[in-house]
């Protein structure tokens, strides 16, 4: 499935408003993050690994989540989980990992991070038009998935690092991305204000 064709997809729609952090702010909270230009070569490289098996890694993911009641009811309705918002999610959450490996954190980028936070949020169901769902994705939820996002990517690393110093290089540049992406979503759940 390409970009174009990957329902509700808008990474570089101008019509999206900007991140409310600029280059400087951005670039404090990478500073924070400890993540660099070092990391962003091990995501590209990751990408190269990771890329022909994400359709195996969702599987890993979407097995988790749905052998969890309480994370699946995000994805339900009174009937029963969405076969439909599930698998135009998952071609979304594919091409997440994708843009997350291509580590190009630009302005476009961002915007659609700050989209995706609110998809999460305010604006959830309303991308797929899904009725009946949960109106949130609890922001503790959130964060708590940071860890299994994190940790279920590294045997799929392994697959293709060089040894055990690269496969450690290529995670800990994983997480710090996948903790940008959550700085990013954060906006759309913290008070005006505070982000």
């Not at 749905?66 to 994370?71: A, P, Q």
């Not at 860890?147 to 540049?173: K, S």
Request: charge should be negative.
């Amino acid at each position: 499935m390409t970009q174009a064709t990957i329902p509700g997809y808008r990474m570089g729609d101008p019509a999206l408003p900007p991140s409310a952090l600029d280059d400087e702010a951005f670039a404090k909270v990478c500073a924070a993050l400890l993540l660099n230009e070092e990391d962003r070569q091990a995501l590209r490289e990751a990408k190269a690994i990771v890329e022909p098996h994400i359709e195996e890694l969702l599987d890993v993911w979407y097995g988790f989540v749905g052998s969890h009641d309480f994370l699946l009811q995000y994805f339900s309705t009174p009937e029963g989980p969405n076969q439909e918002y599930l698998t135009r999610v998952r071609a979304r959450f594919g091409q997440w990992v994708r843009d997350t490996l291509s580590a190009d954190f630009g302005p476009a980028w961002r915007a659609y991070q700050a989209e995706v936070g609110r998809r999460h949020a305010a604006s959830k169901n309303q991308t797929d038009g899904v009725r009946g769902a949960p109106e949130v994705v609890h922001f503790r939820y959130m964060v708590a998935l940071v860890y299994p996002i994190y940790a279920t990517i590294r045997p799929f690393l392994a697959r293709g690092a060089r040894d055990n110093e690269h496969l450690e290089r290529m995670h800990q540049a994983w997480l710090k991305a996948v903790l940008l992406n959550l700085c990013l979503w954060s906006e759309a759940y913290v008070k005006d204000g505070w982000f």
